[in-house]
């Protein structure tokens, strides 16, 4: 059984910072990518950035590039979500997701790819 746990939402001005965590309860964690996913009020639910736990190979949206960093703690089976110059385009509700890869995705992970999910943390960027 994976659980994923999200934190570290809120709201923050544009130009500020926040930090995501996603703690990971599932066996084999080094085998699995891990993603952060973000759905704003109205919109399709759309990938951010992907790290694949083994090697540590990140993979991020054109959206967020320069931005956005992710990493991850395996010692705590945490990925972190390091944002920012925050903008109001990126309030959303953030979603961390993982699914098993025995080897590092080719290309950027697609959500269809990802069987687990958590619950959301949401994040409100004010101009």
């Known amino acids: 059984q994976v659980q994923l746990v999200e934190s570290g939402g809120g709201s923050v001005q544009a130009g500020g910072s926040l930090r995501l965590s996603c703690a990971a309860s599932?066996?084999?964690?080094?085998?699995?990518?891990m993603g952060w996913f973000r759905q704003a009020p109205g919109k399709e639910r759309e990938g951010v950035a992907h790290i694949y736990v083994r090697g540590g190979t990140t993979y991020y949206a054109d959206s967020v590039k320069g931005r956005f960093t992710i990493s991850r703690d395996n010692a705590k089976n945490t990925v972190y979500l390091q944002m920012n110059s925050l903008k109001p385009e990126d309030t959303a509700m953030y979603y961390c997701a993982a699914f098993f890869s025995p080897a590092r995705p080719a290309t950027m992970p697609t959500m269809s790819e990802y069987g687990y999910w958590g619950q959301g943390t949401q994040v409100t960027v004010s101009s």
């Open positions: 599932v066996y084999a964690y080094s085998r699995f990518c």
